[in-house]
């Protein structure tokens, strides 16, 4: 017998799997009146019939989304557009996601209480025992009937459905540095957004199935492969349950018992059923698979290494180990082979698992049980991961000095006598004279000493070849030069000019041209025969000459190489160039090499890697910029300036004449210096002058690495400053990684930012140049000691990131343990790691560090194709399991279904379970997948470097205890192409959870390659293989969520989506509660809260992330004792641009503390309707921007998203008690930029006072600094930083009007105190995305918003132009906000809107504006309803009717379409009145081609022909007018036929006009891809007309303008000209598929009162002949029916008959009667008329049709009295009893009268309704009639007494019953059988016929074999 008592839960007996459709539009609709009349089915799409579509998200859901296909049935009262549109955001807005719902099921989401409890379900299926098989599948409905009606839809999805929907909904954009956290819209175009977006994540090269059928396919797929050997990693859901085997005792007794290699031979190793064996195989064995049916027994500590393909535990598998953890001590590994599937075919029988397919390298667990305890949890056994407490550093190394690299060379020796030291530099300082022998000038200039200064002149300058000259011939052969070393030449110069003035610029820098500056060259002269002699120039730059008459210093750099050096006799170097006449003179000429001045200190060269940062040291006198260097010689030199500060000359480096933002001081440093860990300080000075805007700036360090290629690295950028901030300061930390490991000495460069050609480029100074080493590597972790009480020597630890991503984790071994005196232990590694943020820095969040190593492992070989071992236990529930203390490494399998590491797998309940501290290492997929199970503990568990998340708990996981479990470097080898269809595993969070049922207490996340945790709850549940059950998690209660950390995740730190528990009990403390959070160092939010509703966060700490939490589309948050830090110092300086990432990775992220939404995204009125609340919370660090976020926009405390301000202002609900901001600037948010997102009006409730800069208010608000914020509260405001304003004292309420975007630009609401006389100008807002948006009918876009926020008192408020005059706006929809959290705001009725005054009569005669396209100019105001693209609305000149400007809208949907507002002060005035609609359209599809899909004879709901539909808001409770929806009236005008796809069709259409705050009108539903050309639109009243009700009636127009359809179906109407009677026209209804499909018109009536006679009549015939006087349906002519509806009471009346058998020419029958309007007809919100009866199979036409009131006349009370107008007003007392026929003549020989024969029943005649307000008690009636006889062959017959006519009152509708008074003919005279008798009586209205609200003539009582004939019937008045 299969155990099934999880089926519920895997997808198996689920109830709710049928397909029904909604209700089909041909059922009778339950009539809330009593039916007059036969009862007839309703109407179900007919025009005027109300269709609601209540849409919970008001403005913010999408209007309407793709509907079902051709072919499918849409109810009438079918939300519009329940299907999801394809590529559009999931709208997850309260209880409106309802895929298919009805309008009902929409319009009651959010119901109160759900009947039973969800959680209990899930859970009582969990645990159900054996015993519960048989209750599980009987109690299936359970947990959907808990749940209320508007949870539960009509329409059940495929599985294919749900599989293909949650892919999408699991599915998160990829990450793209391009575009803002912040900014989620610009993210969801570019491809990084939220959980409401379906594309696939970076890694994928596909994109996700999007399509059903790709879907279904794939489906079908794993059917297949499912049914091909039972693979258990497809489906899995029909295989059975496992139970203990019956084999096995309860206990096992091992006590002597055999060895395990007593059965092991050849091949698979299996230990019998009863049997306890004993391990006993040596330190390596391999055997050929271990399937344990019986138990086996691994003593404890025992040492093996077991090689098995597999493991197959049925029976029990127990070992242990109780030794310090350490690779020296490892006992029990198993190692599981192979790469071929292996087979497992279960000892007992289960269902749908013989045999299973199990794949390769399994270690199964079915039915079976592991005690396997390598960690016991005893006291005294420590923990697996810890806290680092501190750091102890490495010893620095010192790197031995490569001579001429980072140590100063040697002169060579001297040639010819080697007892003489050749010197290292050559001076000539000219102190003690000039040596002329080796001086010289060039010929004709003369060369002069001036002993008193100590300096060689040159005069007579004549030629640009004269200056100076130096012989160095003789020091270069006594002592040679070194080849290829570099030389430093410096030379102190003065140029005297006389024709300048002293100080004046040289001709030098003014030309700025080479052939204005000095050279200095350098002349090699070749022996003979050798060469040629050949110079080297090197000219003085502009930017280092000095001015006129003053010393500077030149310095440049000379190096010799072998050709050089080889077979030359002399060389010289000569300075020349100069202009002629100057005076030159030298006061030093220093050529030398390098001294140690110009290299780092021999003896420690990595303590200080800069040389002469501070440029004080310099060779060259003090003077060279060696070893400093220019990129762009022929620009600039780093030059060496002095200044004299404070009495002290300092030096400093200076660099001018920059054209390139790398244009700085360069140099080189040791690359031997940068050793991986090791933490150097960047420091410098700098300053600059020459511009005015700021200026940033980097410190760049780049050079080819060993691993990493050639490496721009910035470890160190630096704030903006000024010219005006003079010396500014700048430094850093940055820590070396493998980035810095370069293979030779690096280039420092500085590369400046805000510069470029056009705002020119300024002149730096630099000074005290640092890179200093700090510390590091550390080689030894101070942890707690009692934790690590089992680590042992030789172990391995793992270390988790200290910066915003995982992968910066590090690994290591432990070399020595030692213990200090406070009981911590120093733990030492092998190998030193780079320094990490301990508990000594960061105290309460320094990264951990876990032991990795187990003494007992399960390893999966190592094949290189990423499948390793999996462990699963299997459909075995009831079992409790033990792990504990193992070391799993390589287990899992890549993008494998149910091929974990770990994986428990629909166990149900596991009471006793313990998954426990173990360590999961280098998993290829997951390290704990927990799905199906309950109750089980998960604790202490180290993941590290996972693939996939790491721990995954499924959406109907319950009770488990999930507790101090380490996530760690989750990587991303799974993309979107290699993913398992169905999972997010390329997300590879820390801990994925789907279910709200478990508990969560004391983990870690530390590098989740998306998130740390990801909390989402779906909508649907999701069983096993994602088959949909009962239950909808998110609106469940949630377990306990506490004490959890996330830290160095590359998202965000806790990702919580869609918490909906709210809506089940709606109690405000039985909510989520997220408890003592900490995130710190995300690279995107900390925690990211998503469409939680009323989540409280309580407790918690966030630091260093990029966002500390962001709220969005969520309400009702609360937010307490909470402390949020910005970027620390400390973080700052420890994260450079290489170690990942750094906060502000894009230039357009912000940084905030608190991120929250501005607009209410859930306005549904059973949201909570307030925002965000704040009570005990610090904020700090974000005032720093300048000195840590010099990437970042801005840094707020708080700051607002840009793309939920749908409004395009604030109304999100927020208050703030008990919060400290501590920010330098005093900016507590941006208001500025907060109202260039679209929040111009913010307003914050200061519930204590906390936020007044003052600290002076009791209460206040925090407000825009606006007059129209602060205007009417006098002193009580004042202004703050960043654009807000505190005000005291208050309390506001909020009010915003919502109104037409279009016209009213220019317009403010006036808000006027009434008590104190003072107004404030509000002006209106928009959101401006593009031309598609603000013309958008729906979300706001094509809305301007007016908010007022006000305290208690009386105003009034009127909306004005420009110059001060009231008008009105088209309309404005008044919404209030809930009440603050204060007393005392402004409330509803406080305010009086007052309107402009109204001509109806002229100003509401054409409601739509723009309408005409002989005067159009422009689209507006024409909206649309197109969500999608960017055209839209498009004016198309010359193309309407007669030339005119037409409207084209491009479309690709049916449900959109071009809309329009209608003034609601119009639409007030004229509620219930009528209007007609008519507009002329053309269809064309994309190619500007006429449409040939355009069918108006199909249902509107087909989409096949555009409708026009009225859309209105109504308040959900006006009392409050917090709430609106949409409803929705369809159908309300049609296209009229013929129409012609070539040639503009005519939409009309009559009905009532509705009101509400605001009301438009759309023209739609064309089929997709069908374009629209729009002219000639009109929207005008349409008068009743009591002599024609009926319009159009003979169909003058040529149209079938009035008519449309009765019923549904697809009937075909057709205009038919000239088949008409006579030659008119005709209609013809067709494809009739019920007999009362026919056509049909909407009548005006409201000029028809209570108690009138309406008179119907019409031409008809069918295709095929009926039969008048029968009531078989199949056989029957039709009838006039008319129809009303007012109130929802719903009347049918028969009220046209067809009574004479006498047809006109071409068979047109007369078909008419007589009605009496009924008091609830009387006005009523419908009226129609429509032809009904005849054989749905028969076409049926009409002409001449006609209605009309009758007007009063109790002088002659019957029509049609002398039958001229032949049988009009007259019928048959009963239809299939007899018959009636036109005769001529009549009576006196000419005219009509009315024959009645084939009567079966004496009581058989005719009758004819009179107007009962005739018959007042006691007046006297005459009653007169011609009467004759005939028999059946038309003979004349005589009658005598009673068998002779008479006339007949019927009375109905009378207060006691009908009423029957018979009047016998009072005239005494023999009957005439062959001719006209006269009939006469008088009678007196008795009081029982007066009170009867129907009165018939009725003439009948005759023998029933006679024929009558009737003539000049008249009743008179005798007054």
Known sequence: MVDAKLWNLRGFGNANNNNEVMMKNDEVINHSGSLVGEELPSPSANMGELFLSEQQGERRLPKKKKDKGDDEVEGASKKKGDKKKKGQKEQKIGDAILEGAPGDAAAKAGCDELEDDVVDQFRRILKKGENGVKKSKANKEDVSSGLCDSCTTSEERTEADIVASHIDIMVEVPDDPTCDPDDKESCIETGAGDDDTLTPPEEGEGASPSEEGEVGAEFEATSRQLMDGRRLTGNTNQIGQFAPLSCNPVEFDCTGAAGLSTVVGGGPVVVPCGTCLVYDLGDEATIGGLHIIGKLLVPTNYKSTLST?????????????????????????????????????????????????????????????????????????????????????????????????????????????????????????????????????????????????????????????????????????????????????????????????????????????????????????????????????????????????????????????????????????????????????????????????????????????????????????????????????????????????????????????????????????????????????????????????PVRYWFEIKGDTATKGYRYNKPLSCPSQSAADGWVTCSGDFVVDEHYEFTSSPEIILVTQDENDSTGYVDWDFDDVSIKYKGGPAAGLEVDGSDAARWGVNSDVHITSSTLHGEDAQDGRVKSVSQKANGNAVLELENPITPVLSEKETPGYGVEIAVTSRNIKIIGEDDGTYNGGYLQVFHTPGVAQVIEGVEFVNMGQTSRKNRFAIQLLYNGNVEGTSISSNSIRQSNMRCISVDGTANATIASNVGAGITGHCFYFDRVSADNMVIDNLASNINNRINWNNRINGWDDYDADGFSIWSPFNHFIGNVAAGGHKRGFRYYLDYWTLGEDLIKVDGIVRRSPMGTFKDNKAHSNFRQGFHLADFEQFFQFRDPENV?????????????????????????????????????????????????????????????????????????????????????????????????????????????????????????????????????????????????????????????????????????????????????????????????????????????????????????????????????????????????????????????????????????????????????????????????????????????????????????????????????????????????????????????????????????????????????????????????????????????????????????????????????????????????????????????????????????????????????????????????????????????????????????????????????????????????????????????????????????????????????????????????????????????????????????????????????????????????????????????HHVHGIHIHSENGEKPDLAKLYFADANPNWDVYTADVKAYVLEQNCQALVENPDMEEKDLYWTYTDRDRSKVKVITPGAGGSGHALRLYDRDHSWRGLRQVLDPRCFVPGEEFTINAKFRLTDALLAGVACAGTDCPSVVLYGRKCPNGDVREKFWNALDMPWDSEGWNNYEATFAVSDEIAACGSVELWIHEVIPSWNIEIDDVQIYANA
């Open 1072 to 1708: 989520p509660v997220f408890e003592n959070l900490s995130a710190y160092r995300n690279r995107e939010q900390g925690i990211y809260s998503y469409n939680c509703v009323y989540c409280k966060f309580i407790r918690g700490f966030l630091s260093d992330n990029q966002k500390g939490i962001e709220i969005r589309r969520s309400d009702g948050i609360t937010l307490q004792d909470f402390v949020i830090q910005g970027q620390t110092e400390l973080f700052k300086n420890y994260v450079t641009d290489n170690n990942s990432h750094k906060l502000c990775g894009h230039s357009s992220w912000t940084s905030e503390g608190i991120h929250m939404m501005g607009t209410l995204w859930r306005l549904g009125d059973q949201d909570p309707g307030f925002g965000l609340r704040v009570k005990n919370v610090v904020l700090s660090g974000f005032d720093k921007e300048k000195e840590y976020y010099d990437n970042c926009p801005s840094t707020e405390p708080i700051g607002f998203s840009t793309d939920t301000h749908y409004g395009g202002h604030f109304d999100y609900k927020t208050s703030f008690e008990n919060v400290t901001v501590d920010d330098g600037r005093d900016i507590i948010l941006d208001g500025c930029r907060a109202a260039s997102y679209g929040y111009p009006d913010i307003a914050f409730n200061d519930i204590d006072g906390s936020l007044d800069p003052d600290k002076s208010a009791s209460n206040g608000f925090l407000v825009t600094d606006q007059p129209y914020m602060t205007g009417l509260f006098g002193d009580s405001c004042k202004s703050t930083a960043g654009c807000m304003s505190y005000c005291a004292e208050i309390c506001l309420g909020m009010v915003t009007f919502f109104t037409e975007r279009f016209g009213t630009e220019n317009y403010k609401l006036k808000v006027t105190d009434t008590a104190s006389g003072l107004s404030i100008d509000i002006p209106g807002n928009v959101r401006t995305y593009n031309e598609r948006w603000n013309t958008y009918a729906y979300d706001g876009g094509a809305e301007r918003t007016f908010a007022a926020s006000l305290p208690a008192g009386n105003y009034t408020a009127a909306f004005v132009d420009e110059f001060g005059n009231t008008v009105w706006p088209t309309y404005a929809e008044e919404q209030w906000a809930q009440a603050a959290d204060c007393s005392g705001g402004v409330s509803i009725g406080d305010i009086t809107v007052i309107k402009p005054a109204l001509d109806a009569a002229t100003e509401c005669a054409d409601m739509i504006r723009n309408g005409d396209s002989a005067n159009r100019t422009e689209v507006t105001p024409w909206l649309h309803t197109k969500w999608y693209g960017e055209i839209v609305n498009e004016l198309k000149p010359g193309e309407g009717i007669g030339g005119g400007n037409a409207i084209a809208m491009d479309r690709t949907y049916h449900w959109t379409g071009i809309a329009q507002n209608l003034n609601s002060m119009c639409t007030d005035a004229r509620e219930g009145e009528w209007y007609e609609f008519s507009a002329w359209m053309k269809m064309t599809d994309a190619n500007g081609n006429p449409s040939t899909n355009i069918d108006p004879n199909r249902e509107w709901w087909r989409n096949q022909a555009p409708i026009m539909t009225i859309t209105d808001r109504q308040y959900r409770d006006v009392s409050t007018k917090q709430h609106l929806y949409n409803a929705e009236h369809r159908n309300l005008a049609a296209l009229a036929r013929p129409y012609n796809n070539d040639e503009w069709g005519h939409i009309h259409g009559i009905f009532k006009m509705p009101t509400s705050p605001r009301l438009w009108f759309e023209l739609e539903r064309a089929p997709d891809n069908v374009k629209f050309l729009l002219d000639n639109a009109s929207l005008t009243p349409l008068t009743c007309n009591r002599d024609g009700l009926v319009r159009n009636g003979n169909l003058e127009t040529n149209d079938s303008l009035y008519w449309d359809i009765w019923g549904g179906g697809d009937v075909v109407l057709d205009f038919l000209p000239g088949v008409g009677p006579n030659g008119g026209n005709a209609l013809k209804s067709s494809s009739r598929v019920h007999h009362s499909w026919t056509q049909s018109q909407v009548l005006n009536t409201d000029c028809v009162n209570a108690g009138d006679r309406i008179a119907f009549s019409a031409k008809i015939k069918t295709s095929v002949d009926c039969l008048i006087y029968s009531w078989d349906s199949n056989q029957r002519c039709n009838d006039i029916f008319f129809h009303t509806d007012k109130d929802n009471v719903r009347e049918y009346h028969r009220v046209g008959y067809i009574t004479a058998d006498t047809p006109d020419e071409g068979g047109w």
């Open 309 to 693: 393909p597999y493991v197959f535990v049925q029976g029990e598998l127990e070992m242990s180990d109780n030794q310090p953890i350490s690779e020296d001590n490892t006992s029990m590994k198993i190692v599981l082979t192979g790469n071929t599937d292996v087979m497992f075919t279960p000892h007992e029988p289960v269902a749908g698992a013989a045999p299973l397919n199990v794949g390769e390298k399994p270690f199964l667990v079915a039915g079976g049980k592991l005690n396997i305890r390598g960690w016991d949890d005893v006291e005294g056994s420590g923990t697996t991961w810890t806290p680092i407490l501190a750091m102890a550093e490495a010893d620095r190394l010192h790197p031995d000095p490569i001579v001429g690299e980072t140590a100063a060379r040697t002169a060579l020796p001297h040639l010819s006598n080697p007892t003489i030291t050749c010197p290292n530099k050559v001076v000539h300082d000219f102190e003690g004279g000039v040596d002329f022998s080796v001086w010289k000038g060039g010929d004709g200039n003369v060369l002069s000493y001036d002993e008193a200064s100590g300096t060689l002149t040159a005069t007579n300058l004549r030629r640009d070849w004269q200056g100076f000259r130096l012989d160095f011939t003789k020091f270069t052969k006594d002592c040679p030069l070194t080849q290829d070393a570099t030389y430093l030449v410096t030379i102190r110069l003065k140029i005297e000019d006389p024709t300048l003035e002293d100080g004046a610029v040289s001709i030098c820098e003014t030309n700025n041209h080479p052939d204005h500056c000095p050279k200095l060259g350098r002349s090699i002269i070749k022996a003979e025969g050798k060469g040629w002699l050949y110079d080297d120039k090197v000219r003085l730059l502009p930017s280092s000459i000095g001015r006129n008459n003053e010393w500077f210093t030149f310095a440049t750099e000379w190096t010799w190489d072998e050709n050089d050096l080889t077979d030359t006799v002399a060389q010289v170097f000569y300075l020349e160039n100069f202009k002629p006449g100057q005076i030159l003179h030298m006061d030093e000429f220093q050529f030398e090499l390098p001294s140690s001045k110009s290299y780092a200190p021999v003896e420690d060269p990595c303590l200080e890697l800069v040389v002469n940062g501070d440029a004080e040291n310099a060779d060259g006198r003090g003077w060279h910029h060696y070893p400093m260097w220019s990129g762009r010689t022929d620009r600039f030199i780093p030059t060496i300036l002095e200044e004299t500060v404070d009495g002290a000359v300092n030096k400093y480096w200076h660099i001018e004449n920059r054209i390139w933002i790398g244009d700085s001081l360069r140099f080189h440093v040791n690359h031997q210096c940068f050793i991986r860990g090791y933490k150097y300080t960047i420091s410098l000075r700098a300053r600059f002058t020459g511009k005015t805007h």
